[in-house]
């Protein structure tokens, strides 16, 4: 058994070695400082659990062979949609599966179900899909190869390299893409952009960081969807939870020791949703020969709620510069796409 946070256990399952599986559960209680105002379980609490249980058991996977050991970082999360809200009290059932590796990352797998332990009734909430890079502990620098999995079928080996092929293009078209700050604006005016974006500073200290002196990608994702919920919150001035997380890049290492700033500004807004788009820049104030840089970005989507969990209509957002009208339509586009793949999905097929 393995301890996770809290002195819950983990317990670790192998199949058969002709299978291309290691799995991970974990449970753990949600307790009151998990949640917001009306009790509903942060995002960012929750892809706090989602990257736990994907560092284990890729870390475990990377060391499973005699050779230098490492620890695997978080590379990249696929979008990740929030199906059912969480809330205090209820336990969240945490499970990881390694679906598939290339010579250098690991893809997992993970899933999150919400039990009511009064009645017993469970609910999926998460579906995440994330990748990790072994790192070797001598040297961060250095990426080791990964050990290769056994797959059942063939079809679960070309699959997966599909998968890592597609992520590995968008993180290259997405590495550069937003670099560009979140600047304050006086006395900006409500329902725009100025009005609600919002920023966090954070010294990265080592409660923060992996047996490296870097910060684990679920402390970075749970600081990025709290600002996110403070943009949204200021814009609608009800109670919001995270409908979704688009795909996360972590384009660089953050160290322990430098102060990070995680800004949010709202780019597109529908008539019941608002997408925030955060970004991560780290500032190595220790380190006088690095200059401040880009460390991750992504695009948090998140409802408003009325005191009964209905979903309200939200104010629209009114963009004033061009810069904030081609963000605009950039996330009108992405919702759109969305709305469609969801539609699609939706319908019976023949």
């Known amino acids: 058994m393995l301890l996770l946070r809290r002195g819950v256990s983990l317990k670790v399952f192998r199949k058969g070695a002709d299978e291309a599986c ?17 009790g509903n ?8 659990m989602i990257e ?24 990249r999360v696929e979008r990740t949609d929030f199906l059912s809200p969480m809330c205090i009290g209820e336990v969240a059932h945490v499970s990881a599966e390694i679906t598939y590796t290339s010579k250098h990352s690991v893809e997992v797998q993970v899933n999150v ?8 009734t469970k609910k999926l909430t998460n579906k995440a899909t994330l990748w990790y890079v072994p790192l070797s502990l001598k040297n961060v620098d250095k990426v080791l190869e990964v050990p290769p999995v056994v797959y059942s079928r063939q079809e679960q080996e070309e699959e997966g390299r599909k998968r890592y092929e597609a992520q590995k293009l968008e993180r290259m078209e997405t590495k ?50 709290e600002v996110a919920g403070i943009v949204a919150a200021r814009h609608c001035k009800t109670n919001i939870v995270t409908a979704s997380v688009d795909a996360i890049n972590f384009h660089d290492k953050i160290r322990k020791g430098c102060v990070i700033t995680i800004s949010g500004r709202m780019t597109f807004t529908s008539n019941k949703s608002m997408e925030i788009e955060v970004l991560v820049d780290a500032d190595p104030v220790v380190d006088n020969s690095q200059k401040r840089y880009r460390a991750a970005s992504a695009f948090f989507t998140y409802v408003s709620l009325s005191q009964e969990g209905k979903s309200l209509p939200v104010p629209q ?9 081609k ?20 319908e019976p097929q023949p």
């Open 22 to 38: 290691l799995r991970e559960k974990a449970k753990l209680i949600m307790r009151p400082d998990d949640a917001n105002v009306a």
């Open 41 to 48: 379980v942060h995002g960012g609490t929750i892809l706090k």
């Open 52 to 75: 736990e249980a994907g560092a284990i058991i890729s870390t475990r996977h990377c060391n499973s062979q005699n050779g230098e050991r490492c620890v695997a970082a978080l590379a």
């Open 113 to 120: 179900m919400s039990e009511n332990i009064l009645t017993g």
């Open 176 to 225: 550069w893409r937003n670099g560009d700050i979140v600047q304050p604006v006086p006395n900006p005016e409500p329902n725009t952009v100025s009005y609600s974006q919002s920023s966090l500073i954070h010294l990265v200290g080592p409660s923060d960081c992996t047996l490296h002196g870097f910060v684990h990608g679920g402390v970075t994702m749970k600081l990025m969807d």
């Open 317 to 325: 957002l009114v963009p004033e510069t061009e810069d904030e009208k």
């Open 327 to 346: 963000r605009f339509e950039e996330g009108k586009g992405r919702y759109l796409q969305m709305k469609a793949k969801r539609q699609g999905q939706a």
